[in-house]
């Protein structure tokens, strides 16, 4: 899913001798190709064979000229957390009169991307959450949240959990009569169940309904 940052130097490796997983020291794990490997295979001038697929998103990786193994540190084959998260905005609020509702409610779609929505004030917050988006590239990416006050309503299961965003996570503060419900809430997107990668925001949330 990923190579290794450079912090410390680690070793990286045209073959598997250096290890692989996510991420990885392995420049054929991460990018493709058979043996016996050579590191001009790897240019990124979207001329491959053998297997090798390098995004042109991937601009440390040099087109022509001089290529070193340095040069894939932090790279990616795929998609990689980024695009707009974490969010810019960290606090929502929603305000209703009785006795419409007040919500505010986070949606992480397995494309990518997700919304976070102010149900009575009509407005909505669209980013994403990948790099780069498209059918089913938020599979094998991991989200969970961690709340303060508890007042949520959600699809993911175990608060303080990983889940897969290989379908839609939904997490909604809905208030439908008089009152406020309010939460401090940390919603974490990593490369994998462990944690790895993982980036995080805080969010502020409050729904309220007035009479």
């Known amino acids: 899913m990923a190579i290794v940052a450079a912090t410390g130097n680690p070793s990286l490796s045209l073959g598997t001798t250096a290890g692989t997983g996510s991420p990885t020291n392995s420049i054929s794990d991460e990018f493709g190709g058979t043996q016996p490997h050579s590191l001009s295979e790897y240019y990124r001038d979207g001329s491959y064979s053998d ?3 390098i995004p042109s998103g991937e601009t440390n990786i040099p087109a022509s000229g001089e290529i070193r193994f340095s040069d894939f540190y932090g790279t990616s084959s795929g998609p990689a957390i980024g695009g707009g998260w974490p969010a810019s905005q960290t606090t929502f609020l929603d305000r209703s009169n009785s006795p419409s509702p007040a919500a505010v409610t986070f949606t992480f779609n397995t494309n990518g991307t997700y919304s976070i929505e ?19 590239n ?37 208030q439908t009569s008089f009152g406020t419900r309010t939460d401090t809430v940390t919603i ?20 309220e309904v007035l009479v």
């Open 51 to 53: 297997g090798i697929s």
């Open 118 to 136: 102010e149900l009575d004030d009509g407005i909505t917050f669209n980013d994403q959450y990948l790099t780069s988006t498209g059918t089913g």
């Open 138 to 174: 938020g599979t094998g990416f991991f989200i969970k949240f961690v709340s303060t006050n508890g007042n949520y309503t959600t699809n993911w299961g175990t608060e303080n959990t990983y889940y897969e965003l290989n379908s839609t996570r939904i997490l909604e503060y809905r």
């Open 188 to 207: 974490t997107i990593a490369e994998d169940s462990g944690g790895t990668g993982a980036v995080f925001t805080i969010f502020n949330v409050s729904a």
